[in-house]
């Protein structure tokens, strides 16, 4: 075995509507870059970058979904072997903060019969605070993430405002996931999982760092 595969690969799915900022986001964390220049994601994006987590060294394979109807039905094989889940919300957008609701429920209707979706592992990021028409408030996204179970945070991808933070807080409830399930292997063999539609039902890995 290759030396760098013995170090944890850990899958994170980004989603959310199209425009919020995931791709840059991602460039910004991965490749130091930004552009204003809107470029629709065809499909998915994807790109790797290894980091430390509580000094272990972690291999970080994220996926950037695109946020068109077209492509939101990407199937069970693209979702699976996920270790995190990565919402993303453009703070400037309610439409694309009451999207989250949608987001959240195509994630987890993907997800393998035996995965409880109460276990799973939830970062929303709040990106945009850089301009000034805010629309969703920091309390009501809190709040959405405390029925949810979720870890909230909120920055902008152009001033690299808590950019690397959303990243290393996905990575390490990731981590922690993928421990957990490198024990207790799950038989993904027989479809998907029910969902339960009572929001307060759904729970979360609390991540240490």
């Not at 290759?2 to 910004?28: A, D, F, T």
């Not at 970058?49 to 069970?76: C, M, N, P, Y």
């Not at 919300?89 to 987890?108: G, I, K, P, R, Y």
């Not at 405002?161 to 993904?188: G, I, M, R, T």
Request: glycine content about 6%.
């Amino acid at each position: 075995m290759k030396p760098e595969w013995r170090k944890p690969h850990l899958k994170v799915i980004m989603m959310g509507n199209s425009g919020v900022g995931k791709s840059s986001l991602m460039n910004r964390f991965v490749n130091h870059r930004f552009t204003n220049l809107f470029r629709a994601t065809i499909g998915t994006d994807f790109l790797t970058k290894e980091i430390s987590v509580d000094g272990r060294s972690v291999v970080l394979h994220i996926w950037d979904t695109a946020g068109t109807e077209r492509f939101q039905s990407l199937g069970t094989a693209f979702f699976r072997a996920s270790h995190c889940c990565l919402l993303v919300f453009d703070v400037t957008s309610t439409a694309s903060f009451h999207a989250l609701d949608t987001w959240l429920h195509e994630f987890l209707s993907q997800q393998d019969k035996n995965l409880s979706p109460t276990d799973f592992p939830l970062v929303v990021v709040g990106n945009k605070t850089d301009l000034q028409n805010r629309q969703v408030s920091i309390e009501e996204a809190q709040r959405w993430c405390r029925v949810a179970g979720a870890q909230y945070i909120e920055g902008s991808a152009k001033d690299d405002v808590n950019v690397e933070k959303s990243f290393h807080q996905a990575a390490c409830v990731a981590l922690q996931y993928f421990e957990v399930n490198e024990a207790n292997p799950v038989d993904d063999s027989d479809g998907p999982i029910q969902i339960s539609e009572n929001p307060s039902e759904i729970r979360r890995v609390k991540c240490q760092c």
